[in-house]
DNA sequence: CGGGGCCTTGATGCTGTTCAAATAGAGTGG
DNA sequence: CCACTCTATTTGAACAGCATCAAGGCCCCG
Protein backbone atom coordinates (compact mmCIF):
# COMPACT_ATOMS: atom_id res chain seq x y z
CA UNK A 1 0.00 0.00 0.00
CA UNK A 2 2.95 2.42 0.81
CA UNK A 3 5.37 2.70 -1.94
CA UNK A 4 8.75 4.59 -1.94
CA UNK A 5 8.71 8.12 -1.96
CA UNK A 6 10.05 10.10 -5.42
CA UNK A 7 12.70 11.79 -3.56
CA UNK A 8 12.15 15.21 -5.62
CA UNK A 9 14.13 17.96 -3.36
CA UNK A 10 13.42 21.12 -5.36
CA UNK A 11 11.24 23.94 -3.55
CA UNK A 12 12.38 26.12 -0.39
CA UNK A 13 10.68 26.77 2.28
CA UNK A 14 9.63 30.06 4.06
CA UNK A 15 10.51 28.67 7.41
CA UNK A 16 13.72 27.02 7.06
CA UNK A 17 15.28 27.88 3.58
CA UNK A 18 17.77 25.62 3.78
CA UNK A 19 15.80 22.64 4.62
CA UNK A 20 15.19 19.45 1.81
CA UNK A 21 11.81 19.82 1.01
CA UNK A 22 10.31 16.82 -0.06
CA UNK A 23 6.92 15.58 -1.64
CA UNK A 24 4.76 12.41 -0.67
CA UNK A 25 1.99 10.83 -2.37
CA UNK A 26 -1.15 9.68 -0.91
CA UNK A 27 -0.03 6.39 0.65
CA UNK A 28 3.68 6.91 0.20
CA UNK A 29 6.36 5.92 3.63
CA UNK A 30 7.83 9.35 4.94
CA UNK A 31 10.17 7.29 7.10
CA UNK A 32 10.29 3.43 8.20
CA UNK A 33 9.85 1.93 11.29
CA UNK A 34 13.27 0.52 12.66
CA UNK A 35 15.27 3.21 10.23
CA UNK A 36 17.65 5.47 12.09
CA UNK A 37 15.97 8.32 13.67
CA UNK A 38 18.51 11.09 12.72
CA UNK A 39 16.28 13.43 11.05
CA UNK A 40 12.71 14.81 11.97
CA UNK A 41 10.26 15.98 9.55
CA UNK A 42 8.09 18.82 9.38
CA UNK A 43 4.82 18.89 7.63
CA UNK A 44 4.46 21.90 5.51
CA UNK A 45 1.31 20.72 4.00
CA UNK A 46 -1.18 17.09 3.74
CA UNK A 47 -1.66 14.68 6.65
CA UNK A 48 0.39 12.07 7.60
CA UNK A 49 -0.26 8.76 10.28
CA UNK A 50 2.53 7.06 12.08
CA UNK A 51 2.05 2.88 12.95
CA UNK A 52 3.86 0.19 14.62
CA UNK A 53 3.56 -3.39 13.03
CA UNK A 54 3.69 -5.64 15.70
CA UNK A 55 5.58 -9.14 15.28
CA UNK A 56 2.08 -10.85 15.03
CA UNK A 57 1.28 -8.36 12.37
CA UNK A 58 -0.77 -6.29 13.60
CA UNK A 59 -0.75 -2.95 13.47
CA UNK A 60 -0.94 -0.09 16.23
CA UNK A 61 -1.71 3.69 14.57
CA UNK A 62 0.59 5.99 16.85
CA UNK A 63 -1.14 9.15 15.16
CA UNK A 64 -1.94 11.55 13.12
CA UNK A 65 -0.30 14.64 11.94
CA UNK A 66 -1.49 18.14 10.17
CA UNK A 67 0.09 21.08 8.68
CA UNK A 68 2.93 22.47 10.63
CA UNK A 69 3.12 19.56 13.04
CA UNK A 70 6.98 18.23 13.45
CA UNK A 71 6.75 13.76 13.08
CA UNK A 72 9.22 11.45 13.34
CA UNK A 73 10.36 12.37 17.33
CA UNK A 74 11.67 9.87 19.46
CA UNK A 75 13.51 8.59 22.59
CA UNK A 76 15.81 6.03 20.25
CA UNK A 77 18.21 6.13 18.19
CA UNK A 78 15.52 4.30 15.79
CA UNK A 79 12.36 5.22 14.94
CA UNK A 80 9.87 3.12 16.77
CA UNK A 81 6.86 4.23 14.27
CA UNK A 82 6.65 4.42 10.70
CA UNK A 83 5.14 7.63 9.19
CA UNK A 84 2.98 7.35 6.25
CA UNK A 85 1.27 10.71 4.27
CA UNK A 86 -2.36 9.97 4.10
CA UNK A 87 -2.60 13.00 1.66
CA UNK A 88 -0.56 14.10 -0.79
CA UNK A 89 2.30 16.27 1.31
CA UNK A 90 5.07 18.14 1.33
CA UNK A 91 7.79 17.88 4.27
CA UNK A 92 10.96 19.65 5.62
CA UNK A 93 13.68 17.15 6.41
CA UNK A 94 15.66 18.42 9.25
CA UNK A 95 18.70 17.02 10.59
CA UNK A 96 18.05 16.51 14.28
CA UNK A 97 21.56 17.53 15.45
CA UNK A 98 25.07 18.44 14.59
CA UNK A 99 23.58 20.97 11.58
CA UNK A 100 25.56 23.75 10.86
CA UNK A 101 22.73 25.90 10.21
CA UNK A 102 22.62 30.12 11.61
CA UNK A 103 19.15 28.79 13.46
CA UNK A 104 20.51 25.47 14.22
CA UNK A 105 19.12 26.81 18.11
CA UNK A 106 15.47 27.41 17.00
CA UNK A 107 15.46 23.94 14.93
CA UNK A 108 16.67 22.63 18.77
CA UNK A 109 13.51 24.52 20.67
CA UNK A 110 11.34 23.62 17.89
CA UNK A 111 11.84 19.89 18.42
CA UNK A 112 12.06 20.26 22.31
CA UNK A 113 8.21 22.05 21.92
CA UNK A 114 7.43 19.01 19.60
CA UNK A 115 8.43 16.73 22.22
CA UNK A 116 6.61 18.07 24.74
CA UNK A 117 3.50 18.49 22.41
CA UNK A 118 3.82 14.53 21.22
CA UNK A 119 4.37 13.46 25.25
CA UNK A 120 1.20 15.48 25.40
CA UNK A 121 -0.97 13.36 23.05
CA UNK A 122 0.57 10.31 23.59
CA UNK A 123 -0.74 10.26 27.25
CA UNK A 124 -3.82 11.45 25.82
CA UNK A 125 -4.35 8.43 23.38
CA UNK A 126 -3.25 6.08 26.46
CA UNK A 127 -5.78 7.34 28.20
CA UNK A 128 -8.17 6.74 25.08
CA UNK A 129 -6.93 2.97 24.81
CA UNK A 130 -7.61 2.25 28.36
CA UNK A 131 -10.64 3.25 28.29
CA UNK A 132 -13.76 -0.01 28.97
CA UNK A 133 -15.89 -0.07 26.11
CA UNK A 134 -15.51 0.91 22.25
CA UNK A 135 -18.29 3.57 22.54
CA UNK A 136 -15.73 5.40 25.12
CA UNK A 137 -13.14 4.78 22.93
CA UNK A 138 -15.03 6.07 19.51
CA UNK A 139 -16.86 8.99 21.06
CA UNK A 140 -13.30 10.10 22.19
CA UNK A 141 -11.82 9.66 19.72
CA UNK A 142 -14.61 11.81 17.59
CA UNK A 143 -14.42 14.82 19.91
CA UNK A 144 -10.95 14.70 20.23
CA UNK A 145 -10.61 15.33 16.37
CA UNK A 146 -13.56 17.84 16.42
CA UNK A 147 -11.06 19.41 18.96
CA UNK A 148 -8.42 19.68 16.86
CA UNK A 149 -10.26 20.84 14.00
CA UNK A 150 -12.30 23.31 15.24
CA UNK A 151 -15.24 23.38 12.21
CA UNK A 152 -19.35 22.85 12.04
CA UNK A 153 -18.33 19.88 9.69
CA UNK A 154 -15.04 17.83 10.66
CA UNK A 155 -13.35 15.83 7.83
CA UNK A 156 -11.43 12.74 8.44
CA UNK A 157 -8.21 12.03 6.87
CA UNK A 158 -8.17 8.36 7.64
CA UNK A 159 -10.45 5.51 6.58
CA UNK A 160 -12.19 3.04 9.14
CA UNK A 161 -9.06 0.89 9.28
CA UNK A 162 -6.82 3.49 10.78
CA UNK A 163 -9.49 4.70 13.44
CA UNK A 164 -9.64 0.80 14.27
CA UNK A 165 -5.48 0.71 14.69
CA UNK A 166 -5.85 3.66 16.22
CA UNK A 167 -8.24 2.72 19.14
CA UNK A 168 -7.19 -1.18 19.26
CA UNK A 169 -10.68 -2.24 17.69
CA UNK A 170 -11.89 -3.52 14.45
CA UNK A 171 -13.44 -1.51 11.54
CA UNK A 172 -16.48 -3.59 12.07
CA UNK A 173 -16.75 -2.57 15.65
CA UNK A 174 -15.76 1.07 14.75
CA UNK A 175 -18.64 0.68 11.95
CA UNK A 176 -20.90 -0.61 14.04
CA UNK A 177 -20.82 1.99 17.31
CA UNK A 178 -20.33 4.57 14.72
CA UNK A 179 -24.16 3.49 12.96
CA UNK A 180 -25.21 3.15 16.66
CA UNK A 181 -24.20 7.06 17.36
CA UNK A 182 -25.95 8.13 14.74
CA UNK A 183 -28.76 6.44 15.05
CA UNK A 184 -29.37 7.57 18.66
CA UNK A 185 -28.76 11.55 17.34
CA UNK A 186 -25.67 11.78 18.97
CA UNK A 187 -23.47 12.86 15.62
CA UNK A 188 -24.61 12.74 11.57
CA UNK A 189 -22.35 11.86 8.86
CA UNK A 190 -22.76 13.00 5.70
CA UNK A 191 -20.50 10.41 4.44
CA UNK A 192 -18.15 7.95 5.61
CA UNK A 193 -15.51 11.05 5.91
CA UNK A 194 -17.72 13.97 7.10
CA UNK A 195 -19.57 14.08 10.91
CA UNK A 196 -20.98 16.42 12.33
CA UNK A 197 -21.62 16.60 16.28
CA UNK A 198 -25.06 17.28 16.97
CA UNK A 199 -25.02 16.66 20.90
CA UNK A 200 -21.26 17.24 22.30
CA UNK A 201 -22.64 17.29 25.71
CA UNK A 202 -24.49 13.75 25.65
CA UNK A 203 -21.16 12.58 23.81
CA UNK A 204 -18.93 13.61 25.85
CA UNK A 205 -20.68 11.57 28.67
CA UNK A 206 -20.54 8.65 27.08
CA UNK A 207 -16.75 9.37 26.55
CA UNK A 208 -16.81 9.83 30.10
CA UNK A 209 -14.53 12.28 29.75
CA UNK B 1 -5.85 4.98 50.33
CA UNK B 2 -3.45 7.24 49.83
CA UNK B 3 -2.97 10.03 52.68
CA UNK B 4 -1.55 13.66 52.57
CA UNK B 5 2.08 13.22 53.18
CA UNK B 6 4.02 14.33 56.60
CA UNK B 7 6.00 17.21 54.92
CA UNK B 8 9.55 16.77 56.96
CA UNK B 9 12.05 18.98 55.06
CA UNK B 10 15.02 17.55 56.75
CA UNK B 11 18.00 15.61 55.11
CA UNK B 12 20.16 16.98 52.03
CA UNK B 13 20.70 15.00 49.05
CA UNK B 14 24.49 14.33 47.61
CA UNK B 15 22.63 14.82 44.32
CA UNK B 16 20.88 18.32 44.31
CA UNK B 17 21.75 19.42 47.96
CA UNK B 18 19.85 22.39 48.01
CA UNK B 19 16.48 20.54 46.96
CA UNK B 20 14.11 19.92 49.83
CA UNK B 21 14.04 16.07 50.89
CA UNK B 22 10.80 14.86 51.19
CA UNK B 23 9.36 11.07 53.19
CA UNK B 24 6.73 9.41 52.18
CA UNK B 25 4.96 6.36 53.55
CA UNK B 26 3.61 3.82 51.38
CA UNK B 27 -0.06 4.62 50.19
CA UNK B 28 0.96 8.57 50.34
CA UNK B 29 0.13 10.84 47.83
CA UNK B 30 3.23 12.49 46.29
CA UNK B 31 1.09 14.81 44.36
CA UNK B 32 -2.28 14.84 42.89
CA UNK B 33 -3.65 15.01 39.81
CA UNK B 34 -4.84 18.47 38.37
CA UNK B 35 -2.73 19.71 40.68
CA UNK B 36 0.00 22.82 39.30
CA UNK B 37 2.78 20.95 37.23
CA UNK B 38 5.38 23.44 38.48
CA UNK B 39 7.63 21.07 40.18
CA UNK B 40 9.08 17.72 39.64
CA UNK B 41 10.01 15.02 41.78
CA UNK B 42 13.09 13.28 42.12
CA UNK B 43 13.05 9.45 43.50
CA UNK B 44 15.87 9.04 45.69
CA UNK B 45 14.75 5.72 47.11
CA UNK B 46 11.49 4.01 47.34
CA UNK B 47 9.03 3.32 44.38
CA UNK B 48 5.97 4.75 43.18
CA UNK B 49 3.35 5.09 40.77
CA UNK B 50 1.40 7.64 38.34
CA UNK B 51 -2.28 7.10 37.75
CA UNK B 52 -5.34 8.78 36.39
CA UNK B 53 -8.81 8.61 37.42
CA UNK B 54 -11.40 8.56 34.48
CA UNK B 55 -14.64 10.42 35.13
CA UNK B 56 -16.48 7.31 35.87
CA UNK B 57 -14.27 6.18 38.47
CA UNK B 58 -12.27 3.62 36.82
CA UNK B 59 -8.26 4.09 37.39
CA UNK B 60 -5.42 4.07 34.47
CA UNK B 61 -2.05 3.27 36.09
CA UNK B 62 0.45 5.59 34.25
CA UNK B 63 3.51 4.41 35.63
CA UNK B 64 5.77 2.68 37.70
CA UNK B 65 8.90 4.34 38.71
CA UNK B 66 12.03 3.52 40.82
CA UNK B 67 15.35 4.92 42.64
CA UNK B 68 16.66 7.67 40.26
CA UNK B 69 13.57 8.61 38.11
CA UNK B 70 11.99 11.99 38.03
CA UNK B 71 8.30 11.94 38.23
CA UNK B 72 5.92 14.29 37.16
CA UNK B 73 7.44 15.31 34.03
CA UNK B 74 3.94 16.66 32.22
CA UNK B 75 3.73 18.55 28.82
CA UNK B 76 0.42 20.99 30.29
CA UNK B 77 0.41 23.21 33.26
CA UNK B 78 -1.66 20.45 35.65
CA UNK B 79 -1.22 17.08 36.20
CA UNK B 80 -2.58 14.68 34.30
CA UNK B 81 -1.54 11.81 36.38
CA UNK B 82 -1.38 11.50 40.21
CA UNK B 83 1.57 9.80 41.98
CA UNK B 84 1.37 7.57 44.86
CA UNK B 85 4.47 5.43 46.72
CA UNK B 86 4.42 2.33 46.33
CA UNK B 87 6.49 2.16 49.43
CA UNK B 88 8.18 4.52 51.73
CA UNK B 89 10.25 6.89 49.46
CA UNK B 90 12.17 9.92 49.95
CA UNK B 91 11.89 12.05 47.11
CA UNK B 92 13.49 15.57 46.09
CA UNK B 93 11.44 18.25 45.26
CA UNK B 94 12.80 20.63 42.29
CA UNK B 95 10.92 23.72 40.98
CA UNK B 96 10.90 23.46 37.04
CA UNK B 97 12.08 26.57 36.15
CA UNK B 98 12.55 29.87 37.22
CA UNK B 99 15.18 28.22 39.84
CA UNK B 100 17.62 30.37 40.89
CA UNK B 101 20.16 27.36 41.94
CA UNK B 102 23.69 27.73 40.62
CA UNK B 103 23.57 24.63 38.62
CA UNK B 104 20.08 25.41 36.91
CA UNK B 105 20.94 23.95 33.49
CA UNK B 106 22.14 20.95 34.97
CA UNK B 107 18.26 20.52 36.04
CA UNK B 108 17.05 21.59 33.17
CA UNK B 109 19.25 18.62 31.57
CA UNK B 110 17.99 16.36 33.57
CA UNK B 111 14.47 17.26 32.58
CA UNK B 112 15.45 17.11 28.81
CA UNK B 113 16.40 13.30 29.53
CA UNK B 114 13.69 12.55 31.82
CA UNK B 115 10.98 13.78 29.07
CA UNK B 116 12.37 12.15 26.72
CA UNK B 117 12.49 8.71 28.26
CA UNK B 118 8.83 9.41 29.63
CA UNK B 119 7.88 9.51 25.88
CA UNK B 120 9.79 6.00 25.29
CA UNK B 121 7.73 4.51 28.13
CA UNK B 122 4.87 5.68 27.22
CA UNK B 123 5.28 4.40 23.60
CA UNK B 124 6.10 1.42 25.10
CA UNK B 125 3.10 1.47 26.88
CA UNK B 126 0.58 2.22 24.95
CA UNK B 127 1.82 -0.41 22.66
CA UNK B 128 1.32 -3.14 25.25
CA UNK B 129 -2.28 -1.82 25.44
CA UNK B 130 -3.01 -2.29 22.42
CA UNK B 131 -1.80 -5.82 22.72
CA UNK B 132 -5.06 -7.87 21.57
CA UNK B 133 -4.79 -10.68 24.45
CA UNK B 134 -4.94 -10.48 28.05
CA UNK B 135 -1.89 -12.60 28.05
CA UNK B 136 -0.16 -10.64 25.13
CA UNK B 137 -0.33 -7.70 27.64
CA UNK B 138 0.41 -9.86 30.38
CA UNK B 139 3.34 -11.82 28.93
CA UNK B 140 4.69 -7.95 27.54
CA UNK B 141 4.12 -6.57 31.41
CA UNK B 142 6.32 -9.65 32.70
CA UNK B 143 9.00 -9.06 30.22
CA UNK B 144 8.95 -5.63 30.50
CA UNK B 145 9.81 -5.94 34.40
CA UNK B 146 12.49 -8.16 33.97
CA UNK B 147 14.26 -5.75 31.97
CA UNK B 148 13.96 -3.02 33.99
CA UNK B 149 15.07 -5.05 37.22
CA UNK B 150 17.35 -7.72 35.59
CA UNK B 151 17.91 -9.97 37.75
CA UNK B 152 16.96 -14.14 37.97
CA UNK B 153 14.07 -13.67 40.21
CA UNK B 154 11.88 -10.14 39.90
CA UNK B 155 9.92 -8.28 42.47
CA UNK B 156 6.94 -7.06 41.98
CA UNK B 157 6.78 -3.26 43.63
CA UNK B 158 2.64 -3.28 42.89
CA UNK B 159 -0.19 -5.41 43.61
CA UNK B 160 -2.35 -6.99 41.14
CA UNK B 161 -5.23 -4.11 40.75
CA UNK B 162 -2.14 -2.22 39.95
CA UNK B 163 -0.81 -4.63 36.78
CA UNK B 164 -4.86 -4.72 35.98
CA UNK B 165 -5.02 -0.67 35.69
CA UNK B 166 -1.85 -0.72 33.95
CA UNK B 167 -2.95 -3.07 31.03
CA UNK B 168 -6.68 -2.63 30.97
CA UNK B 169 -8.04 -5.57 32.54
CA UNK B 170 -9.15 -7.13 35.57
CA UNK B 171 -7.56 -8.63 38.74
CA UNK B 172 -9.25 -11.89 38.25
CA UNK B 173 -7.90 -11.77 34.53
CA UNK B 174 -4.57 -11.23 35.74
CA UNK B 175 -5.02 -14.08 37.97
CA UNK B 176 -5.98 -16.35 35.58
CA UNK B 177 -3.18 -15.85 32.91
CA UNK B 178 -0.62 -16.07 35.35
CA UNK B 179 -1.95 -18.82 36.62
CA UNK B 180 -2.10 -20.23 33.40
CA UNK B 181 1.56 -19.41 32.22
CA UNK B 182 2.56 -20.52 35.69
CA UNK B 183 1.11 -24.35 34.61
CA UNK B 184 2.55 -24.15 31.48
CA UNK B 185 5.65 -23.52 32.66
CA UNK B 186 6.84 -20.46 31.23
CA UNK B 187 7.23 -18.43 34.73
CA UNK B 188 7.30 -19.41 38.17
CA UNK B 189 5.77 -17.20 41.06
CA UNK B 190 7.13 -17.62 44.18
CA UNK B 191 4.64 -15.93 45.89
CA UNK B 192 2.00 -13.33 44.63
CA UNK B 193 4.95 -10.37 44.52
CA UNK B 194 8.52 -12.89 43.41
CA UNK B 195 8.83 -14.52 40.17
CA UNK B 196 11.14 -15.97 37.83
CA UNK B 197 11.22 -16.42 33.92
CA UNK B 198 11.45 -19.77 33.02
CA UNK B 199 11.47 -19.68 28.98
CA UNK B 200 12.41 -16.63 28.32
CA UNK B 201 11.93 -17.19 24.27
CA UNK B 202 8.58 -18.58 24.60
CA UNK B 203 7.29 -15.69 26.71
CA UNK B 204 8.82 -13.11 24.33
CA UNK B 205 6.81 -15.16 21.76
CA UNK B 206 3.70 -14.96 23.14
CA UNK B 207 3.83 -11.73 23.98
CA UNK B 208 4.00 -11.19 20.02
CA UNK B 209 7.40 -8.91 20.71
C1' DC C 1 -7.03 -17.36 67.36
C1' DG C 2 -9.60 -14.19 64.71
C1' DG C 3 -10.00 -10.37 61.32
C1' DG C 4 -9.03 -8.27 57.06
C1' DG C 5 -6.55 -7.60 52.89
C1' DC C 6 -5.14 -9.68 48.81
C1' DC C 7 -5.21 -13.30 45.69
C1' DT C 8 -7.18 -17.26 43.31
C1' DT C 9 -10.80 -20.00 41.32
C1' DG C 10 -15.53 -20.95 39.53
C1' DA C 11 -19.90 -19.97 36.84
C1' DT C 12 -22.35 -17.05 33.82
C1' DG C 13 -23.28 -13.23 30.68
C1' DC C 14 -22.03 -9.57 27.62
C1' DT C 15 -19.10 -7.13 24.44
C1' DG C 16 -16.27 -7.23 20.68
C1' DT C 17 -14.22 -10.44 17.24
C1' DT C 18 -14.57 -13.37 13.42
C1' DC C 19 -16.43 -14.96 9.27
C1' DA C 20 -19.50 -13.89 5.66
C1' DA C 21 -22.20 -11.23 2.56
C1' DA C 22 -24.58 -7.15 0.92
C1' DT C 23 -24.23 -2.21 -0.21
C1' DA C 24 -22.19 2.07 -1.33
C1' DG C 25 -18.69 4.93 -3.62
C1' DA C 26 -14.80 6.14 -6.40
C1' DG C 27 -12.28 5.59 -10.44
C1' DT C 28 -11.86 4.00 -15.39
C1' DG C 29 -12.84 3.33 -20.04
C1' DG C 30 -16.36 2.97 -23.44
C1' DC D 1 -23.28 9.68 -19.15
C1' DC D 2 -23.26 4.87 -18.21
C1' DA D 3 -21.35 0.25 -17.33
C1' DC D 4 -17.96 -2.02 -14.93
C1' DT D 5 -14.60 -2.96 -11.40
C1' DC D 6 -12.36 -2.49 -7.21
C1' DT D 7 -12.25 -1.00 -2.67
C1' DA D 8 -14.32 0.79 1.55
C1' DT D 9 -18.04 0.49 4.51
C1' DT D 10 -21.99 -1.46 6.55
C1' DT D 11 -24.71 -5.16 8.34
C1' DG D 12 -25.70 -9.94 10.00
C1' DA D 13 -24.89 -14.31 12.70
C1' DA D 14 -22.17 -17.21 15.57
C1' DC D 15 -18.44 -17.52 18.63
C1' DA D 16 -14.69 -16.43 22.02
C1' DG D 17 -12.58 -13.95 25.52
C1' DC D 18 -12.86 -11.03 29.19
C1' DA D 19 -15.86 -8.94 32.82
C1' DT D 20 -18.84 -9.64 36.42
C1' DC D 21 -20.58 -11.76 40.43
C1' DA D 22 -19.61 -14.91 43.98
C1' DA D 23 -17.08 -17.77 47.07
C1' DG D 24 -13.11 -19.75 49.02
C1' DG D 25 -8.03 -19.70 50.33
C1' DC D 26 -3.82 -17.58 51.92
C1' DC D 27 -1.10 -14.69 54.73
C1' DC D 28 -0.03 -11.09 57.75
C1' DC D 29 -0.81 -8.90 61.99
C1' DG D 30 -3.12 -7.74 65.99
Known amino acids: MTTVAGMDVAARSPVWPWAARLHFRQGEAIFAQDEAADMVYRLV ?17 GDFYFEGDLIGIEAEARH ?26 MVERAIWRATTEELRRVQAHLLLLGRATASQKVAGFLLQFAERLRSQVVV ?34 LDARRYRILRPRRL ?4 AD
Open 80 to 105: RFSAEALADSEVLVLRREGSAAYDAR
Open 204 to 207: SELA
Open 156 to 189: LPMNRQDMADYLGLTVETISRVLSRLQSEGLVEF
Open 45 to 61: HGVARTSHILPDGRRQV
